[in-house]
């Protein structure tokens, strides 16, 4: 009986190593392949990585817009345990909302974002809770080492790594690597330790137009603004009349594109340059004047007598303070900013010719500036053709124009006569190779060269003699035209009582142009252009000319 039993307990023995064996068999010879799999599915997994992507670099080289490496953590789903517990935790180390975490935790994939861009506080945080399944990692993201300066020119790089605004957006094809599936390895502490593939090509680099002083110094005269003239917004654009560099293109507000994410208004990425359209007012009165003087239909000598008002059907149309002048001339016209006087010329030249003059200087088309979104009116309502909409064109009233196309039509003023494109990246870079965008100025003249001659005198004259007077710097001609424009009402007909947009356009040396400005203020706490937008004008253009060192006109 004993040895029955010894035998029973043998024979077990042996079945159970022939199962264990047959078993060892199964797993690593049979089934090998589905083993290695799962593994290699725990360690290994496969992602979609682009180049890197190309960075952005100011005129003087300095880069505005780079690559930088930031640690993040994420997540394996599967493997956390306790999910809700883990959301609990996670959102208190990382300051995230808790239903944001479990969310992330519940998803079914291998491979989750927990937070990107993590503090030194967070990363410590993390290693000290050891929860299975959170690990840390590095990637590639975009910083901006100037933050908030040329935001909205630059744009930033959104989270699904696809440029937004300005630069980014408009150039995200150009800036962007060739995309590459790869093979990443991830070790014991969660960090990627290798990476199996073909590196991805990198993008292409952009190089701008944009001065960093420039536009250091035109942000820095917003902000002055805000404080001293309770300014709701301003912009201010710099360019070279002669080619259409952008040199510099400021906003405010403005905003951090490293933490885009924060503002509280959407409307602060907007680049009201070009992607906003306004009734420009009284600056607008020099476009009508060059188009009456190169028809010939004027001279700057011509004279008129202004009674203080222009009667057109049961609409009356008077000048600012309702002022009366008496006889001028043309040129004493923009000097005292005439509104009838404007008329006056529009009406020598004629409705038909002035559509197709302001057609020529583009303001029923988009500039093509190379940055995203610019909008422009086809200013419909304008071009019904009622007789009191041309009279109020003339002087910048019932007119859609955004400051870019006005910037535009004054470099034809600045230039001969030639219309330019603007454009803010001077060259692109790849791999060595180098592409120059060559300015792009019209062969045939807007106006011609005498009729161009012509305004920059009267605007000189309306510096020297007239409310532009405190554009005035001493040894240098100056050319410029206020402009004070009521703000029309939103959904209906008429004008705000209380708000204007106050507007300088100049340019300087008059006689041989290095630059012009644009200054654009939203509602300062000033009656007219001559108190807010000039003196800063003035302020830029000292400025320029002394860092340019621009030898004077004059004694």
Request: overall charge negative; charged content about 25%.
């Amino acid at each position: 009986m004993r040895h029955l039993r010894v035998n029973l307990i043998f024979g077990l023995l042996v079945l159970f190593s022939f199962w264990l064996l047959f078993r060892l068999f199964q797993f690593q010879v049979l089934s090998h392949q589905y083993w290695q799999a799962l593994a290699q599915g725990q360690q290994k997994f496969f992602v979609s990585l682009r180049g890197d992507r190309g960075e952005i670099f100011l005129r003087d080289n300095r880069p505005i817009a780079l690559n930088q490496n930031f640690d993040l953590a994420f997540l394996v789903p599967y493997e956390v345990e306790n999910l809700e517990e883990a959301a609990e935790t996670l959102s208190a180390a990382l300051d995230l909302d808790k239903s944001l975490a479990l969310a992330k935790l519940e998803k079914n994939t291998s491979y989750e974002v927990l937070k990107r861009r993590l503090s030194i506080e967070e990363i410590e945080k993390l290693k000290e809770l050891k929860i299975t399944g959170v690990y840390l990692g590095r990637e590639e993201g975009r910083y901006y080492p100037f933050e908030q300066l040329a935001a909205q020119t630059v744009g930033f790089l959104g989270g699904d790594g696809k440029g937004q605004y300005g630069l980014e957006g408009f150039y995200d094809q150009v800036l962007q690597g060739s995309e590459n599936v790869f093979e990443k390895e991830r070790g014991p502490g969660g960090y990627f330790t290798r990476t199996l593939g073909q590196p991805s090509e990198q993008g292409s680099d952009l190089f701008l137009t944009v001065d960093y002083s420039l536009q250091f110094e035109a942000e820095k005269l917003l902000e002055f603004a805000k404080e001293s003239l309770g300014i709701e917004r301003g912009e201010i654009i710099v360019a070279d009349p002669g080619s259409g560099e952008i040199l510099a293109l400021a906003n405010f507000p403005t905003f951090n594109p490293n933490n885009y994410s924060q503002a509280n208004d959407l409307e602060v990425f907007k680049n009201t340059s070009f992607q906003e359209v306004f009734e420009p007012g009284s600056v607008f009165k020099p476009i009508t004047m060059a188009a009456a003087l190169d028809r010939g239909k004027i001279t700057p000598h011509t004279t008129y007598t202004d009674n203080g008002a222009v009667k057109i059907g049961s609409l009356v149309i008077s000048n600012y303070d309702n002022r009366v002048w008496g006889e001028r001339t043309m040129t004493e016209v923009l000097e005292k900013s005439i509104n009838t006087g404007a008329v006056f010329a529009e009406k020598q030249l004629g409705h038909d010719l002035f559509l197709d003059y302001l057609e020529r200087f583009g303001f029923f088309e988009p500039t093509g500036v190379d940055l995203q979104g610019e909008v422009f009116s086809r200013n419909q309502e304008f071009k019904k053709g009622y007789e009191i909409n041309f009279a109020t064109a003339s002087f910048g009233q019932g007119i859609e124009v955004t400051s870019l196309q006005l910037l535009r039509a004054f470099s034809a003023i600045a230039n001969g006569g030639r219309l330019v494109k603007p454009f803010i990246v001077s060259k692109v870079a790849k791999d060595g190779k180098i592409v120059e965008n060559k300015p792009k100025v019209q062969e045939e003249g807007v106006i011609s060269p005498e009729a161009a001659s012509q305004v920059t005198l009267m605007m000189v004259s309306a510096v020297e003699n007239g409310f532009s007077g405190r554009a005035k710097i001493p040894g240098y001609y100056v050319a410029g035209k206020t402009g004070t424009a009521q703000v029309p009402k939103e959904g209906e007909r008429g004008y705000y009582s209380q708000k204007t947009v106050q507007s300088f356009i100049g340019f300087a040396p008059a006689l041989d142009p290095k630059f012009l400005i644009l200054v654009k203020l939203q509602n300062p706490k000033t009656r007219t252009a001559e108190y807010s937008a000039v003196p800063i004008f003035r302020d830029l253009a000292k400025y320029i000319i002394d860092y340019w060192q621009i030898p004077p006109d004059y004694e």
